[in-house]
């Protein structure tokens, strides 16, 4: 819906640094840069520090994400790449693999800003990716640090085993 204004949330502060890991598919390498630039730049406004992968496709996205869950110390991911609609029933699997994929991956625990582009066709990708536009790699790493922050803030709660002690009670009249 072209000229509807969004609500964006206020962007997360943090005391402790944050290191974001940037996992790219360049298939459209100009669509690809602006959406880093934007995650890049995001990621900066908050003073989070940013590694970038390159990976073939969108498929391998969430595979990549994966893997550096398992093996490296990232806090959070940015999945960055454009789907363009093409003329086989290929987008349609693309688009819902990737986007499944990651999804099961945040509900796993993994903090992830999903930016990767599923369009009709190169005009809309460059509106949604660029940075003075849309900036959608901007705000799929914005998602990934409000993630974070809730990582953060839920982190040290604890919902407790077996019984609860009974509260304090005042018995003075």
């Known amino acids: 819906m072209a000229g509807v204004s969004h609500f964006t949330l206020p962007a997360p502060a943090f005391d402790k ?4 890991l940037i996992v790219v598919a360049p298939y459209y390498r100009d669509i690809a840069d602006h959406l880093v630039a934007g995650a890049r730049a995001a990621a900066a406004s908050v003073g989070a520090a940013c590694d970038l992968v390159e990976v073939p496709g969108a498929l391998e996205v969430p595979t990549a994400i994966a893997m550096a869950e398992r093996m490296a110390n990232y806090d959070g991911y940015v999945a960055l790449g454009c789907v363009i609609r093409g003329e086989t029933t290929h987008y349609d699997t693309v ?28 005009d809309q990708a460059l509106v949604r990716a660029d940075t003075a536009q849309q900036n959608k790699g901007g705000g799929a790493a914005m998602a990934a640090l409000h993630l974070i922050a809730l990582a953060r803030r839920w982190s040290g709660a604890t919902k407790g085993i077996g019984f609860r002690p009974a509260p304090e009670t005042d018995f003075r009249a």
């Not at 640094?17 to 974001?20: I, S, T, Y």
């Not at 819902?96 to 992830?112: E, H, V, Y």
């Open 17 to 20: 640094p944050v290191k974001l």
């Open 95 to 122: 688009c819902n693999d990737s986007s499944r994929a990651i999804t099961l991956l945040g509900l796993q625990g993994a903090c992830i800003g999903n930016g990767i582009l599923t369009v009709e066709n190169y």
